[in-house]
């Protein structure tokens, strides 16, 4: 079982940056990638990004250019640098981790971008 613990979510206004933070605990070995997901109400979970062990990649379309997604392997834990934020990032977020095809979930955390 793979544990995720989320920090850094809140309230910043338009324009704004935020870092969230994601550490992963417990049987840690073959995660292949970790990341991030976003609900907003009454809106599907979506991407935001994903980091994988081979160092790749991938970006919803609507944060590309603006959030930054990175790990720090010796600590276990993946960032999500988000910059120039708007009102349309509002949601939950969900840090995400993919150990031999199961997916892990964190907790969820609120960002709220005000105008």
């Known amino acids: 079982q793979v544990q995720l613990v989320e920090s850094g979510g809140g309230l910043v206004q338009s324009g704004g940056s935020l870092k969230l933070s994601c550490e992963a605990s417990g049987s840690i070995f073959s995660i292949s990638a970790m990341g991030w997901y976003r609900q907003a109400p009454g809106k599907q979970r979506d991407l935001v990004a994903l980091?994988?062990?081979?160092?790749?990649?991938n970006y919803g379309d609507s944060v590309v250019g603006r959030f930054i997604i990175s790990r720090e392997s010796a600590k276990n834990t993946v960032y999500l640098q988000m910059n120039s934020l708007k009102s349309e990032d509002t949601a939950v977020y969900y840090c995400?981790?993919?150990?031999?095809?199961?997916?892990?979930w964190g907790q969820g955390m609120q960002v709220t971008v005000s105008s």
């Open positions: 980091v994988w062990t081979s160092g790749t990649t």
């Open positions: 995400y981790a993919l150990q031999r095809g199961s997916g892990y």
